[in-house]
């Protein structure tokens, strides 16, 4: 009785996010309850693996009665802070300062935010003023990749390279370019690393040349592209597309969103790409989801150029919740956690589950496994040879997901029939296995779907 009034409340007065408003009202709201650990439980009762740590944030997972604290004594001691008028709190400086010294290079100034996508949107603003102080107003094109992925603020949706963020909106604005992904299992330059980085570098080289050098701002990078499906670059791709940027004087912006906080193994992927980006945007596992915070990292020089140009002038731009101090608290006590064992566990169950998910390759429908750390995806077909997806008409978004949530198990289920995977850092062995056993039955009853059946014939 209780839960069918929320689904007639929610069907009458919550837009869902990226959502069909029509198919939404018709199916009506799963309801989710109570967490821990990586399980959730819907207000059915029903308990889940979460397989993708609510949207690949949850890092640290469910129920951790310090970050509660955490956030609890903040709030008590001084609930709000403006960093307007030159003043600030304890929370925001600290971990201002703690994220300045674990980034990579001289990433030393931080810009906090509420999300991912208000965190791009700052990036832009920056750069551009960053390129009108150096004297150099025509810098003003943004290139970014097929399948990227941005956020959705008015300008940084352009930035992101997913069709259904742009239809009807009016965009990508004229300013804003795209090139290929390194797409591996689908390029058309071959599965070679070597291969695949040299198409992207010649692609971009390209673009430059198209464009000139002298009218691109920056380039956008996610160090995997998650929203795309989870397509991991070969070792090497971010490096020679860093180095790139550097000869032609583009700013280079490393999006890690998603790839922040351990999911990949370290704090920032950027270490392991080796490459120190001149912007750094972060977000989600910053506070593990509990509540709203993003960030931006500037470089030294990024930072030196925007304050000598403003002198004594205000850099006009703010937002009343930058910097929050429970969010801030949250942060430094979830940073606690990730070094205080987190990153650790989250690098075993990495393994396990790149492993597990690799032992499903014998699937009929299994064309592809790909990942690192707690970042995966299992990319379906119908026919392994020609890479053949699976129809749009098995609805592989709701119907996978349906299945997959029926046993148990919540992945994200891209509609080209991609399965992504991004679990909680605390994962147990029994809950990576968990998620391999479920999915491996999930795609035995995919497979017995009529409407894949009559494909793969
Ligand atoms: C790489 C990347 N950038 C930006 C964003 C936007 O973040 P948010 O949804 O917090 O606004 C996301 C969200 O998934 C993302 O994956």
Redesign the pocket.
């Known amino acids: 009785m209780f839960s069918n009034s929320l689904i007639e409340l929610d069907r009458a007065h919550l837009v869902h996010p990226v959502a069909s408003y029509r198919t939404h009202e018709t199916l009506g709201v799963r309801v989710l309850a109570s967490a821990s650990g990586a399980t959730v439980t819907d207000a059915t009762g029903k308990q889940l693996v979460d397989g993708f740590a609510g949207?690949w944030c949850v890092n640290a997972g469910y129920g951790h009665d310090s970050i509660v604290e955490a956030a609890a004594k903040q709030m008590r001691e001084l609930p709000y802070a403006t960093g307007y008028f030159g003043l600030g709190s304890e929370p925001a400086i600290r971990l201002a300062a703690e994220l300045a010294d674990r980034a990579p290079g001289d990433l030393n100034h931080v810009y906090f935010t509420l999300?991912?996508?208000d965190a791009?949107d700052s990036t832009v603003r920056f750069i551009r003023y960053y390129w009108n102080a150096r004297g150099k107003p025509n810098k003003d094109q943004f290139i970014s990749i097929e399948q990227g992925?941005?956020?959705?603020s008015t300008v940084g949706a352009g930035l992101t390279a997913l069709p259904a963020f742009h239809a009807g909106f009016g965009l990508p604005f004229d300013w804003q370019h795209k090139i290929p992904s390194h797409y591996a299992y689908r390029n058309p330059a071959g599965t070679d690393p070597q291969a695949i980085i040299a198409a992207s570098v010649a692609a971009l080289k390209q673009k430059v040349e198209q464009l000139g050098a002298e009218r691109i701002a920056a380039f956008y990078a996610?160090p995997i592209q998650?929203?795309g499906g989870v397509l991991v670059p070969p070792k090497g791709w971010m490096k020679a597309m860093r180095d790139v940027c550097r000869t032609f004087d583009i700013l280079f912006v490393a999006?890690e969103?998603?790839t922040g906080f351990g999911r990949t193994g370290p704090l920032f992927a950027c270490t392991e790409d080796e490459i120190v980006p001149d912007f750094l945007?972060v977000?989600?596992g910053l506070t593990s989801g509990y509540v709203p915070m993003?960030a931006l990292f500037m470089s030294e020089h990024v930072y030196q150029t925007i304050a000598e140009a403003a002198g004594t002038s205000a850099v006009g731009h703010g937002y009343t919740y930058s910097a929050h101090p429970v969010s801030a608290a949250v942060g430094l006590e979830v940073l606690r956690l990730y070094e205080g064992g987190l990153l650790e566990n989250g690098r075993k169950a990495g393994a396990r589950l790149m492993a597990g998910l690799e032992s499903l390759r014998d699937h009929p429908l299994v064309g592809d496994v790909r990942g690192r750390g707690m970042l995966a995806a299992v990319e379906l077909v119908v026919d392994k040879e020609r890479k053949t997806p699976l129809p749009a008409g098995a609805d592989p978004a709701r119907r996978i997901f349906d299945r997959a949530w029926q046993n148990g198990l919540i992945v994200r289920a891209f509609a080209n029939g991609v399965l992504g995977y991004a679990p909680p850092l605390c994962c147990t062995d029994s809950d990576i296995d968990a998620i391999v056993e479920r999915t491996r039955q999930t795609l035995d009853e995919t497979l017995a779907d009529p409407t894949v059946r009559a494909a793969m014939v």
């Not at 992925?149 to 959705?152: N, T």
């Open positions: 949207l999300g991912g996508s791009v992925y941005h956020g959705s996610e998650g929203s999006d969103v998603i945007t977000a989600k993003g």
